[in-house]
């Protein structure tokens, strides 16, 4: 870059000359480069590639449906899950004398109660996807919980379930056997 | 040289073009992550956002769905007592969460009045109301639903009966992307 050009002696400075005056076209380009790439960082680290999911729900229609048009569900063919404070989820099967049990939202939590249950039912049924599963949610449990199970559908392919009210009759049962579990010990 | 000054201004029109910046948030919500693959659309979004506290905000993009929007509330409710600026506030404002009453002090300061969320009061019924006003303003409207992971289910439960007893059983719950475990 710091060069000099030095004139030569002798004969040959015609020549020279003639060379000297041959512009170099080459720009010095580092500055912009590094300019370029700066910008660059500055871009890649400011922007946000994933955008948020959507996650569709479909509710039924609020409408008082009649008691006759209500889907009736087998027994057979359900699942209760009820989500708690604390991350807990309870679940059992039925309505007269379940046995309720709780687990929690991990792997070989929820999902296994639910990939069991639908080979249960398949091999009841035929049809793992007869499986309805019945989901309830206390005031008290969160949003995360609730987003989890429904996830937790996606990931399983339960093809049918519901979202429910938590009523006095599902805390009934809750109680009466973790009541009772409670008490054993 | 010159090829790498090429590729880095590639890479720089890129990103220029791909960036879109983070729009200022009303309020933080942490939302849960879930295995859904649907991307939520760009434009066209009536967003409820709950957040941590439970506190309902309500939002809806374009500023030209805003100003009619704005309108409307004027109309239907004569006995709150806008500014004439307050429409520009409001066109400007991503999200509230207010009771319609307090509206008006709201945009009068919008950066530091505290906003304490949407009445989800039965017999006022705002929330309805500009459920209502929303799809009027903008009938391609698609609603979502954005609540805090730590939010308690009871609050979003209140914000979908609202939504249901509008008749609107089909919405969006925004949630972050989550890989999809293998079987």
Redesign the interface.
């Known amino acids: 870059m710091a060069e000099m050009n030095v004139p030569e002696s002798g004969g040959k400075k015609k020549h020279a000359k003639k060379r000297s005056k041959k512009m170099s076209t080459r720009v010095d380009l580092t500055a912009m480069v590094d300019l370029g790439f700066l910008l660059i960082t500055f871009f890649m680290l400011t922007t946000t590639f994933n955008k948020p999911q959507a996650m569709e729900v479909n509710m039924p229609e609020k409408d008082d449906v009649k008691d006759e048009d209500r889907t009736k569900i087998k027994e057979s063919e359900a699942l209760s899950i009820v989500l708690v404070e604390n991350d807990v989820v309870y679940f059992y099967v039925g309505l007269e004398n379940p046995m309720v049990d709780s687990t929690n939202f991990s792997k070989e939590g929820i999902r296994k109660i639910i990939l069991g249950r639908q080979q249960e039912v398949e091999k009841a049924s035929g049809n793992k996807d007869n499986l309805t599963v019945l989901i309830k949610a206390k005031n008290k449990a969160k949003y995360k919980n609730m987003v989890d199970i429904l996830d937790e559908m996606a990931i399983t392919g339960v093809k049918r379930y519901a979202i429910l009210d938590f009523v006095k009759a599902d805390s009934m049962i809750i109680y009466n056997t973790v009541g009772k579990a409670a008490g054993q010990k | 040289?010159?090829a790498?000054?090429d590729v880095?201004?590639l890479?720089?029109t890129f990103?220029?073009l791909?960036?879109k910046?983070?729009p200022d948030e009303a309020i933080k919500v942490e939302?849960?992550?879930?295995?859904?693959?649907?991307?939520?659309p760009d434009k066209d979004i009536l967003m409820l956002q709950?957040d941590k506290e439970g506190r309902v905000f309500y939002g809806i993009d374009n500023q030209g769905v805003r100003q009619t929007l704005f309108n409307k509330i004027k109309e239907r409710h004569p006995e709150i007592a806008f500014q004439p600026q307050n429409e520009r506030a409001f066109m400007l404002m991503d999200a509230f969460g207010v009771p319609l009453e307090e509206l008006p002090n709201l945009l009068n300061d919008p950066k530091n009045y505290p906003q304490k969320g949407l009445s989800l009061d039965t017999t006022k019924n705002e929330l309805g109301e500009l459920l209502l006003f929303g799809r009027q303003s903008n009938p391609a409207v698609r609603i979502?639903i954005?609540?805090?992971?730590?939010?308690?289910?009871?609050?979003?439960?209140e914000v979908?009966?609202i939504?249901?007893?509008r008749?609107i059983?089909?919405?969006?719950?925004?949630?972050?992307?989550?890989q999809?475990?293998k079987p």
């Open positions: 040289m010159t790498m000054c880095a201004f890479l720089l990103f220029m791909t960036t910046f983070k939302i849960p992550a879930s295995v859904a693959e649907t991307k939520l709950v979502a954005k609540a805090d992971g730590n939010a308690d289910y009871d609050k979003v439960k979908m009966n939504l249901q007893k008749n059983n089909k919405f969006n719950l925004i949630t972050s992307t989550r999809k475990p």
